[in-house]
């Protein structure tokens, strides 16, 4: 199988001066993508040939070319890479870094690349692993996940087959460079494609604080940019809906809008498809080597997840649960190999009469109503997310209280707001899954509290602790 890296030298023979990535200013060709990979890579080999050992190497930057040039000098020197979320705490970091048992911690966009040895014990990485990323899921440290060079790229060859026939001019990465989805679909995809790549600071998209983004921000990046390729969460989507019906950005521009990370509404969806977006729903978690399945050109069905990609096999469990067989981690980091083929999800999913895949929510969360129905809260949580000024949103209940929410919405100022709120997202779902109350909290949920994962998923066990009275909790 080709690699991603023999395209890289290939191209940089073959059309030396096409654009590659830019940031700003600086505009880098092929030739100049691969010749600084090359020389980073053996800088790294020289820093390490007395003590590596085959360790890892923790990555730590803002999205710029120079993450984008380290990761892949990690791939071509064969050391293992261990990129560290700006979004982690203090105590997430050192837990990565000492769990890991990285070697050294990089910082390449430094004024002077930062280069900091560490003394933490070694750790045994399973056989081939080329990457650890690290995914804390909905309870605990956050756990390392290894995966294979060949796993990446089965993924990047997946992403290009279902793809086919989009042509994209060029991808804005908005998603931090160290979360997998961003890393694989937004970086390694477009440098196998030779779609070239553009780099913007969080802080510049407005969003180096997650916990307070700022969408006005985030929208003025957006009409600055020549991109016509992103990949949104639902939160983001929402912001750009916004922009395309404002007017202040152009619908006809988008190429590939590709959403995960989280259930989307209905009513997002609906939006996007009345504006003429090409809206791409898909499903997937690090432990497959991010996607799994996703709608395309063709082969799109609105609230769906689309259909499975062609290197894994998905099936659902007699009780609903999402099941992936092929392209599966290594392992989680100090933790036996899995046992089975077929990874269990966690994730409660539908099949269609065509083959779409939707996925109801989480199997842990599902409330159980007074008549007895299941309900997912991520769906109502979708459902509230996509009211204007909500920016968090928890569902909660059980058959005696109900169904509830806890809602961030600072610019939720009277009960009568609140109640009218609640009636349009009320309006949006059956009988049996409508809230019969909610609550305005003062602050949003946070990583710091341990209230969110390290993708910003609800932790929902924790804020359940925190923030409901004790006659509530559940």
Not at 160 to 181: D, K, N, S, Y
Request: charged fraction near 15%; include cysteine; charge should be neutral.
């Amino acid at each position: 199988m080709k690699s991603l890296l023999d395209v890289m030298a290939r191209r940089a023979d073959e059309v030396p001066t096409a654009l590659a990535v830019c940031q700003g200013e600086r505009q880098w060709d092929q030739r100049t993508l691969w010749q600084a990979v090359c020389q980073q890579a053996q800088w790294l080999q020289h820093q390490l040939r007395a003590s590596s050992s085959g360790r890892p190497i923790a990555l730590a930057a803002d999205n710029s070319i120079e993450w984008i040039v380290a990761d892949l000098a990690c791939l071509l020197a064969g050391v293992p890479c261990v990129p560290v979320p700006g979004f982690f705490t203090d105590a997430q970091r050192q837990h990565l870094l000492r769990d890991s048992g990285c070697l050294a911690l990089w910082r390449p966009d430094h004024t002077a690349p930062d280069w900091q040895w560490l003394d933490y014990p070694a750790v045994n990485l399973p056989e081939g692993c080329c990457k650890v990323t690290y995914t804390s899921g909905s309870t605990g440290e956050p756990k390392g996940v290894c995966l294979a060079a060949e796993a990446l790229q089965r993924t990047v060859l997946a992403l290009a087959e279902r793809l086919q026939g989009l042509t994209v001019r060029r991808h804005l990465c908005i998603m931090p460079l160290a979360v997998l989805l961003e890393n694989l679909a937004g970086v390694y995809l477009p440098l196998w494609l030779g779609t070239p790549i553009e780099l913007v600071p969080l802080a510049t998209l407005g969003l180096a604080d997650l916990q307070r983004p700022d969408p006005r921000q985030f929208l003025s990046s957006l009409a600055g940019s020549n991109a016509d390729s992103l990949i949104l969460l639902p939160v983001t989507l929402g912001w750009l809906l916004q922009g395309v019906s404002s007017g202040m950005l152009s619908a006809q521009r988008w190429q590939l809008l590709a959403v995960g990370g989280g259930k989307t509404s209905q009513q997002m969806l609906h939006q996007a498809q009345q504006l003429g977006l090409p809206v791409f729903e898909g499903y997937g978690l690090s432990e497959v080597g991010s996607v799994a399945a996703l709608n395309g050109p063709g082969l799109n069905r609105m609230g769906s997840v689309g259909k499975p990609l062609s290197h894994v096999e998905i099936r659902l469990a007699a009780d609903g649960e999402v099941l992936i067989r092929g392209n599966t981690m290594l392992g989680y980091l100090g933790e036996s190999s899995p046992g089975s083929p077929w990874l269990a999800t966690g994730d409660l999913g539908a099949w269609d009469s065509q083959g779409y895949l939707t996925i109801l929510g989480r199997k842990k969360s599902t409330l159980v109503t007074a008549l007895g129905r299941n309900v997912n809260p991520e769906w109502i949580e979708a459902e509230l997310l996509a009211r204007p000024g909500v920016l968090q949103a928890f569902v909660y209940g059980d058959e005696q209280q109900g169904i509830r929410a806890l809602l961030f919405a600072p610019g939720l100022q009277s009960p009568e707001a609140l109640a009218a709120l609640l009636a349009q997202c009320n309006a949006q779902l059956p009988g049996y899954a409508r809230l019969e109350g909610a609550t305005v909290i003062d602050t949003p949920f946070s990583h710091q509290q341990g209230e969110l994962t390290s993708n910003g998923r609800l932790r929902r066990h924790v804020i359940a602790r925190q923030r409901l009275p004790q006659q509530e909790q559940v």
